[in-house]
């Protein structure tokens, strides 16, 4: 059977035809870091505050300042006054004249009952907006992307399933043409259900799209340049949010904006069916040949690469040829939590990456309630993720894995802690904290499929990834509701996201150092494998294919 990586070895691990493979299927990202992100502008909240007929009057008569006073209860935080945003004084029972703005303690404090004013300066309309997705109804907002990441989650399970099934290609084009679909017609969707049901199916293609990307990529080049396919994705997926940035910021309007970020896969879909082949790995599995060998042509071509004569007769069996009839081990989670130090290992990974996805998708969507412009705000924190990715790999293979990992964490728990200290007043202070700490939540996604990769066993190895993700996914999905504890107390979701980050910095340091070191094949060595039995070697053995199609989970 022909093998793959033996035909690489001829025709080139990452030539021309790999590069503009990698850039194309990349620009895929922005639309899938478009819709990951959209709700900070879809479900923006602006200022708002209890519709009140004769308002203007008020203030007209008081001045501004000391009309809302009258109308509205308010606190004052650390010298800062702010008025209620669900409530007002009930001043049906008596006469405005009656009243002095500075003393209003004998007026009954009522919840909104005519709805509710918005300011429009910045959003002219958002889905919180219309649907009055604020004071009691605020967590109907938090469930719409709680929804769409549960929607992310069961898509990599469905469409991995899918390319595995029926080719990576088709699936990836059906996913595209799904999203498409539904990213549409989600603009349209004036009803709070049918839009958080569309965004669901969204959230699922968003899966298909990032993963049958990764994997079509990473199946046509050398396994020593698997780990560039991963940062091309990323670092394209930073740039998608900064792109999204910049669009809501010229359109204010959130059914259009939708449509901006679901129409580019028109593009996609028009001009990549000609251009993106099937995945010749996939084809060989599949005994296609013929087919596979046509594309190993093609990018022999692109390379220009000289194709040696019988390369692709057969080269003897496979190891699963060799292994035909013979009784193979099936493994599952359970075997990760087995024994006490797989268990401990893999506890401590998954925490991690639930953290991670708890920090990064929590401080991604929360950055345009920060003070400052909104638009700048998110830009800079999307921004921030390319020289995290960057310097992930870098320091990556100067200080190792654990070490890059502790790193990221300790960045964005202090960061994110430290906001417990700062005045409301200081507002800037806060912002530049809460940038920080995406920056360092960012370089945790940098590192930690790399490390988890080279930490789970062999044998195992591909059910620790899958089950790590999937962690990190349910972070994504707790990160809005712990974010509505900011009507509690302002810094507790950052008290929570700084503690979490920091516990997690702690446990990695009970983790064993991956770089230079034989990884570990059964769960026996896996065992044996502590911090004080570091088995030291020249290279790091390189994850096989099935286990780099699940590094494309990572922040799906």
């Not at 549409?184 to 990307?213: C, D, E, K, P, Q």
């Not at 080049?221 to 990323?234: E, G, K, N, Q, W």
């Not at 910049?246 to 990549?272: C, D, G, K, T």
């Not at 809460?434 to 920056?439: M, Q, R």
Request: charged share 15%.
């Amino acid at each position: 059977m022909v093998d793959n990586d033996e035909v690489l070895k001829h025709i080139g691990g990452f030539g021309t035809y790999q590069r503009r493979l990698c850039l194309l299927l990349s620009l895929t990202a922005i639309p899938y870091a478009g819709h990951m992100l959209a709700m900070a502008f879809l479900g923006a909240k602006p200022p708002h505050h209890c519709s009140v007929a004769g308002l203007d009057n008020i203030t007209v008569r008081f001045g501004e300042d000391d009309g809302l006073r009258l109308v509205f209860p308010g606190t004052t935080d650390d010298g800062v006054w702010t008025y209620s945003s669900c409530e007002r004084y009930d001043l049906g029972s008596v006469s405005v004249d009656d009243v002095e703005p500075w003393n209003t303690t004998a007026l009954p404090e009522i919840p909104c009952d005519h709805g509710w004013w918005y300011d429009t300066s910045r959003f002219k309309t958002s889905v919180t907006m219309e649907h009055d997705l604020v004071c009691g109804r605020k967590w109907m907002g938090s469930l719409a992307q709680s929804i769409f990441m549960v929607g992310v989650l069961l898509g990599a399970v469905i469409f991995g399933d899918l390319s595995d099934r029926f080719g990576r290609k088709k699936v990836y084009f059906l996913s595209l043409f799904i999203m498409l679909v539904f990213g549409v017609s989600t603009a349209f969707a004036h009803n709070y259900w049918l839009f958080v049901f569309l965004r669901m199916i969204i959230g699922a293609t968003n899966s298909g799209v990032f993963l049958t990307a990764f994997v079509l990529a990473s199946e046509l080049v050398s396994p020593d340049h698997r780990t560039l396919i991963s940062m091309f994705l990323v670092i394209f997926f930073g740039v998608g949010g900064m792109i999204l940035s910049l669009m809501a910021y010229l359109i204010r309007y959130w059914e259009w904006l939708q449509l901006a970020i679901s129409l580019p896969n028109v593009l996609f879909i028009m001009v990549y069916w000609w251009v993106i082949n099937e995945s010749p790995r996939w084809l060989l599995a599949n005994n296609q040949k013929e087919y596979a060998v046509e594309i190993f042509r093609k990018v022999a071509d692109a390379n220009k690469k000289v194709i040696p004569e019988g390369l692709f007769e057969d080269m003897g069996k496979t190891d699963d040829d060799k292994a035909d009839g013979e009784p193979k081990s099936r493994h599952n989670l359970i075997d990760l939590v087995r024994t006490p130090n797989v268990r401990r290992k893999s506890l401590i990974m998954f925490y991690a990456w639930f953290v991670a996805g708890f920090v990064f998708y929590g401080l991604s969507l929360n950055a345009t309630n920060l003070a400052g412009n909104p638009y700048l705000n998110f830009f800079v924190s999307c921004a921030v993720e390319i020289p995290a990715y960057v310097l992930a790999k870098i320091s990556m293979d100067r200080i190792g894995r654990r070490w890059s990992l502790l790193a990221f964490l300790l960045v964005a728990g202090l960061a994110t802690f430290c906001i417990m200290f700062i005045p409301a007043a200081y507002s800037k202070a806060i912002t530049v904290l809460a940038v920080f700490g995406k920056f360092g939540a960012a370089g945790c996604f940098g590192t930690i499929y790399v490390f988890a990769t080279e930490i789970f066993p062999t044998v195992v190895r591909n059910v620790g990834i899958g089950a790590s993700s999937m962690c990190a996914r349910i972070g994504a999905i707790v990160a809005p509701f712990v974010f509505l504890l900011h009507d509690v107390w302002s810094p507790l979701p950052y008290l929570t996201s700084g503690t979490f980050a920091l516990v997690a910095a702690g446990l990695v340091l009970l983790l064993p150092e991956t770089l230079g070191t034989k990884l570990p094949q059964s769960l026996a060595e896996s065992e044996n494998f502590t911090r004080n039995t570091e088995q030291a070697t020249t290279t790091t053995a390189a994850p096989n294919d099935a286990e780099a199609d699940k590094t494309a989970e990572t922040k799906v």
